[in-house]
């Protein structure tokens, strides 16, 4: 069995104002999941604005520095003290796909070269063989590399750019890709193309998803596990199919019951499947 995602006693505090009047704020407070499994798995991780999702997002692309805490992914420690040092080698265990594709590449920029920066420089490629990659990665997510290539941002839908912004983040073969929101720029017709690409990803090229949502029902329908968070706290954890059907914590079953247009169709139906 592999740890595909650890973290351990993962605390991040802010500090707002002045030395003399300065405020705490526990964006992440003691978060410890542990996701041990031989198969690859999407972790879903929900919870209302604030609860700390992004931060945990952050921490563990290491955007942002714990408090204290540590993170594995993979049996290999990522985040806090002892973690691996190369930031290559960091790129190439987990990769991040943000928000909104329209800010992850410049406009001033054909798209397809941030694909060839990655297989250059983070996965080390030679040029032939970072042009065979980039191909690759664009053909496993549906496009096709020579209608990208030369092409600027506003020459693609969301939906398009988003797809290119996971080629990208397959380039280096990451083992767990870290999606903060990603379908939330996308108009609602085109997301679950990408919702499903995870889930072929996770299935036929082996990939881990930390899929970071408000949206219960992606959540759901794509997880294997779900780790519910409120005040910077994991309030309940474990598998997708558990923690929606019979959610434990107060705190998750206000979460479900304030969903009032999927609520009252899919909840009976969780309890029929169950
Ligand atoms: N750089 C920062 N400086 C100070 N406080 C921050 C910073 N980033 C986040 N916070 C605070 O930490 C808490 C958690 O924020 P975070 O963005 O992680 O929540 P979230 O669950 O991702 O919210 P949303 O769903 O709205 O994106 C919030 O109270 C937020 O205001």
New binding site residues.
Partial sequence: MTFILKTEGLN?E???GSFVRSRK?Q??NDVNITVESDKPVVIAVV????????????TLLRL?TPTSGRAIVYDRPVVGVGSISSRKEFLSTVQPIFQNPFEAFSRYRPVDSYLHETARRVANMGEKEAEDAVADALDSVGLDYREVSGKYTNQFSGGELQRISVARALIPQPQLIVA??PVSMIDASRRMIIINLFKRLRDEAGRSFVY?T?DLATAYYISDYIAV?NK?RVVEFGKAREVMSNPQHDYTQLLLSSIPTTTSRWRPRLRAAG
């Fill in positions: 991040k802010y500090r707002l704020i964006a992440l919870g209302e604005s604030g609860s700390g999702k992004t931060t945990l997002a952050k942002e903060d929101e970071i408000h968070m910077g």
